[in-house]
């Protein structure tokens, strides 16, 4: 009688089956998929259980998104091995990708420079299992990012130092910039916006506290009128 792999639903063929630590079994398919991901998994499959390879999976459906929208953003990073890819992919760990680069660090040589949501990481992918050199640099601890076309430098200024990167594909530096400076802009926008609501709600529950102080407002009114302000927090 054949079985369905609880994974993908497909067949599960006794030839190329595993067996995962719950007694489970899973089809070829997906132990191939999941030995890309982890090698020797298939060896070891009964050291995994059912949820712990779905996650693996799922992590892997992720880098392949990552890879795309890396791609899309710079067709001349597709050269890149898929070992350092996955060293990218899990230096930026749960970020939103925004835009890269590959070029020269003027203190560290040859990486990659990565935008995500939070931070800007330049990546020295190193060798198989290290990295050479990753530098970190917080959005919001950013005081400019500008590039110069008349020597292909893209210039990032922080409070405690310069940092320059030079590039062979000036094409992509503005892209760049541009894609750093628009999320920093929108990020502080919504801050600004943020903050100036709970400003204004706060004004308006003191006085909303007043009213009831006068007799104008009871108290269920008040407590009434206090929780729909503070519902569009």
């Given at each position: 009688?054949?079985?369905?792999?609880?994974?993908?639903?497909?067949?599960?063929?006794?030839?190329?089956?595993?067996?995962?630590?719950?007694?489970i079994e899973?089809?070829?398919?997906?132990?191939?998929?999941?030995?890309?991901?982890?090698?020797?998994?298939?060896?070891?499959?009964?050291?995994?259980?059912?949820?712990?390879?779905?996650?693996?999976?799922?992590?892997?459906?992720?880098?392949?998104?990552?890879?795309?929208?890396?791609?899309?953003?710079?067709?001349?990073?597709?050269?890149?091995?898929?070992?350092?890819?996955?060293?990218?992919?899990?230096?930026?760990?749960?970020?939103?990708?925004?835009?890269?680069?590959?070029?020269?660090?003027?203190?560290?040589?040859?990486?990659?420079?990565?935008?995500?949501d939070k931070?800007?990481?330049?990546?020295d992918a190193?060798?198989?299992?290290?990295?050479?050199?990753?530098?970190?640099?917080?959005?919001?601890?950013?005081?400019?990012?500008?590039?110069?076309?008349?020597?292909?430098?893209?210039?990032?200024?922080?409070?405690?130092?310069?940092?320059?990167?030079?590039?062979?594909?000036?094409?992509?530096?503005?892209?760049?910039?541009?894609?750093?400076?628009?999320?920093?802009?929108?990020?502080?926008?919504?801050?600004?916006?943020?903050?100036?609501?709970?400003?204004?709600?706060?004004?308006?529950?003191?006085?909303?506290?007043?009213?009831?102080?006068?007799?104008?407002?009871?108290?269920?009114?008040?407590?009434?009128?206090?929780?729909?302000?503070?519902?569009?927090?």
């Open positions: 009688m054949s079985m369905n792999c609880p994974i993908c639903e497909g067949k599960v063929s006794f030839w190329s089956k595993v067996t995962l630590q719950d007694n899973i089809c070829g398919d997906c132990k191939s998929d999941t030995n890309k991901i982890y090698s020797g998994f298939s060896s070891n499959s009964n050291e995994f259980s059912l949820y712990q390879v779905k996650t693996l999976l799922k992590k892997e459906v992720e880098f392949r998104e990552f890879v795309t929208k890396l791609f899309k953003a710079n067709s001349t990073l597709s050269d890149y091995s898929e070992t350092t890819l996955r060293k990218i992919f899990r230096a930026i760990n749960d970020d939103k990708l925004i835009h890269g680069i590959f070029g020269k660090h003027f203190e560290r040589g040859f990486g990659t420079l990565i935008s995500t931070r800007l990481i330049f990546i190193g060798d198989y299992l290290t990295f050479a050199f990753k530098e970190t640099i917080a959005l919001d601890l950013i005081s400019s990012i500008d590039f110069s076309l008349s020597d292909n430098v893209i210039t990032i200024t922080i409070s405690q130092k310069t940092i320059k990167i030079e590039t062979d594909t000036p094409e992509y530096m503005a892209p760049f910039c541009d894609a750093v400076n628009g999320f920093i802009q929108n990020s502080s926008k919504e801050a600004d916006t943020q903050d100036y609501s709970v400003s204004v709600i706060l004004d308006l529950v003191e006085r909303l506290g007043k009213l009831r102080q006068n007799g104008i407002l009871t108290e269920d009114e008040f407590s009434a009128e206090k929780a729909k302000l503070f519902s569009k927090l």
